[in-house]
């Protein structure tokens, strides 16, 4: 072993830190710790069982005791059933359970207090307006409490995404992914990506210190330059998969098209389980695309209903043409709809080399579109069932009207979206936001930069910057803008 690099190792990794809020032990007296306390109905609004009212900051167990009856703390992190008055008029406001939670071990890491008290408008006004009357509170802004969960080192950037994630996921999908960021996995990848960049780090200042130094072990630069590209590496096969995080949080785009009177309409509806578009035997029913959004078998979609793809109609139905053209091209995923009774038709024989064939040929795998062929109408065909064609590409059949086929759709459009999605309960952590990806895409310019110079003092400082993107990811150090982005996603009592 050669001397100095372990301390070299950890100077690199004590890297810029954040200095962290010293924090006080839950007393329950306002005034030793600054910021005001916040207070806010963190459950939903409207008539409900139970609402839930917390308080966040140094004057919660002031609030707590000014509310309640005997006016006494009650023991930490245990609910009490307390008479809550207006700590004004002594006015009776309701029966509450209420809980104590000591900073530091509280959500944001501050004292907090909670009263669960009956869900009437009337009881939850009143609980508000005692609350705002006790000196030091005021109404908290939204995502203030995760905020300060965040200031007090309590939750990284990604896990503070994850929970708004969470609190917005409408599928199973979106779930399991929220989940899983909120449990810092893409954190800990990132860290680990970081500990790698610390290590290489290491080896070039031991270079830049020891370099003429006999003591030095052999091959440290080849080292850290072998583990540069392999991040390199994983990095570029994350970004890769950027988009589908993406897609998961804010949906697919699933386009459903073909010729005219194929049903399109009519699986649109299916689909989505309501009557979203007109349908009609009359074909060109369908003008402008229509856009619905869907849980498509556990799966966030934005399902675009189009108008039949044909030549020669009137010059309204032709704008309907080139619009769902255009939405085509936009689509991670196409519903290609024919009729299975009519596949000799021109339209479909043309709608089969214009846009099947060509989406089938240039989607093996990769980012490109993926297409479903689906053979509506199979309730119209003959005993029989299809005339074998030999260049019909992989299809499923399906009827609309009987709802026969309904089930391997669904099949099918779940492994489709899991691709274009990523999926949450096997994959890697996915990236699920814009500023992922941009500091992913950051880190990797700056090992670019280390691959191409030979000054070995540029070479530390592009793993230091590299570093520095990683950072930013888990723990923000960006400005105060990209903080009001992220939190403004929660609502107030959050
Ligand atoms: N027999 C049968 N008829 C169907 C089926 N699906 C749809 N239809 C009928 O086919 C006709 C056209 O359906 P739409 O859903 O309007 O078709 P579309 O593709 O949206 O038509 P355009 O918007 O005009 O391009 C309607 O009369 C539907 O009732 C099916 O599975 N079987
Ligand atoms: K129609
Ligand atoms: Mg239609």
Redo the contacts with the bound molecule.
Sequence with gaps: MWRGLWSLVARAARGPRSPRPCMRQGSGVPGASSGATIFALSSGQGRCGIAVIRTSGPASGHALRSLTAPRDLPPARSACLRLLSHPRSGEPLDRALVLWFPGPQSFTGEDCAEFHVHGGPAVVSGVLQALGSVPGLRPAEAGEFTRRAFAHGKLSLTEVEGLADLIHAETEAQRRQALRQLDGELGHLCHGWAKTLTKALAHVEAYIDFGEDDNLEEGVLERANSEVRELELALGAHLRDARRGQRLRSGAHVVVA??????????VNLLSRKPV??????????RDVLETPVDLAGFPALLS?T??LREGAGPVEQEGVRRARERLEQADLILA?LDASELASPSSCNFLDTVVAPTVAGSPSGDSQRLLLLL?????LPPGGLDPSPNLPPHLL?????GEGLDGLLEALRKELAEVCGDPSTGPPLLTRARHQHHLQGCLDALGHYAKTRDLALAAEALRLARGHLARITGGGGTEEILDVIFRDFCVGK
């Design positions: 073909g010729p005219p009177n194929a049903g399109k309409s009519s699986l578009s007109i349908v009609s035997p009359e074909p060109g029913t369908t209903d108008a039949g709809v509506n109408k199979s309730d119209l399906l009827s609309c009207l009987t």
